[in-house]
Structures are given as C-alpha cells and as structure tokens.
C-alpha cells in the first residue's frame, strides 16, 4: 500500500516557468514532510522540508506548500531552469521508535527545456 | 571528506550468487539506512541501523541481511540473489532524527 502518492510521474517545462509537483498522505501521524532532488547517477538530495505546524515554506525558487486538512503537499518551483531538471521525490516520515523512517513517492522526472 | 561511499558501483549476479555491499562514512553519524530503487515504486526501506552493532527491519527486508560491526559501515548482503532483486541500491545516513539524510551514489544490481 503505497501510503504517499506522487503526481504527476513526468513534467516538462519551459525556462522560465513554473513546476508544480504534488504529494497526498494517507497517514495523519506523519510529522515530516522532505522533498528530494535527484540527478542522473546520484543518490537523492535533500531540497526543503516542512513540518505540519506550518502551511509553507520557501528557499529561494522552491516553496512546499502544505494542506493538513486535505493531506496533500506540493512542491513548487519558480523560474524553472534547465539545471532543475531531475527527478523529484516527496517523502513523509513519522519518528517511530528509534529512528525516522522515511516513505517516498514514486518521484516525478522535470524536464526544463531551454 | 568523501561522505558516504558505496562499493561496488555496479555488479551483474546469476541467481542464486551471494555478495555483500559495502557503505562506508566519515561523518561519524549514527544513524544508517540501506534503500532499494525502483522504476515507478521511489525508494524503499531495506535495514536500518540506530548506532555500532544494532540493526532493524525495513519495509522489504526479506532476502537482505545486513550488519553494522563499526560505526562507519554498513552491510547489505544477498545470501541467494534472485531477479526480483535486480535494482539500484542506495545507502544514506544521518546524524539524527532531526537531520537530513546524506545518500551515496548507489549500487546498480542485476540478477539475471
């Protein structure tokens, strides 16, 4: 049971424009809300987080947007740019017991075309 | 400071082979985890480890064991590989439960 569902699974862009990726939780017990960033031959990079207290978040071009009551949190990137384009997962975690276990989406490809 | 180090980078197994992957870090963190990678599936939980000589079940721990002799590594085995298997893996650690994860570059497996 996939329990965060990643949308959409592939996205192309213009330079310039805005990339918008959206996440839905099943679990309300999550308490942790990552974004990672994830390049050809790489491990995936942390990119922004939120926590639930709080309905946005932004750094730079990257803002998470959250809505508790709808279980749903997106990713939105400003004046997309070709080097954004990578795959991007959303992941939610609770900190269960002893450690923090992370459950991913199943990641959306960005392409920025120039 | 190489972070967190994965070896080998790539393998191809007949089924049934055995092999142990290796993560090595120098950030002195405590915490370890080892993820697979699957087209359409994100990553998912193999083990994971909390500190030197602990380690616990994931969401797919089932034909991986795994072992955390030293701190600074961590061990990902396949007794007897099988293509279900074929995937990239990917080892990650963190210092706490309040802090990022840190991924290596992964191992791409295939079991053919």
């Known amino acids: 049971q996939q329990q965060v569902k990643q949308s959409p699974q592939s996205l192309i862009v213009q330079k310039g424009g805005i990339s918008i990726i959206n996440c839905a939780y099943e679990?309300?017990?999550?308490?942790?809300f990552p974004w990672y960033q994830q390049f050809p031959g790489k491990g995936p990079a942390l990119l922004i987080a939120i926590r639930p207290d709080v309905s946005e978040k932004k750094e730079g071009r990257f803002t998470i947007s959250f809505n508790k009551s709808a279980k749903q949190f997106s990713l939105h990137i400003m004046d997309s740019q070709p080097g954004d384009s990578a795959t991007y997962f959303c992941a939610a975690s609770i900190s269960s017991g002893s450690a923090r276990q992370l459950t991913f989406g199943s990641g959306t490809q960005l392409t920025v075309l120039p | 400071n190489a972070g967190v180090t994965q070896t080998p980078k790539f393998r191809v197994l007949k089924t049934g082979q055995s092999m142990t992957l290796l993560c090595a870090q120098d950030m002195n963190h405590e915490y370890m985890y080892w993820y697979r990678q699957d087209p359409g599936m994100g990553l998912r939980l193999i083990h994971y480890s909390v500190g030197e000589g602990t380690t616990a079940k994931g969401e797919v721990p089932d034909g991986y064991n795994v072992s955390r002799l030293k701190k600074q590594n961590f061990l990902l085995g396949l007794e007897s590989a099988a293509p279900s298997q074929t995937s990239v893996y990917f080892c990650a650690t963190t210092r706490d439960n309040n802090s990022p994860l840190h991924f290596g570059n992964g191992t791409r497996l295939t079991v053919t």
């Open positions: 679990n309300t017990a999550f308490d942790y």
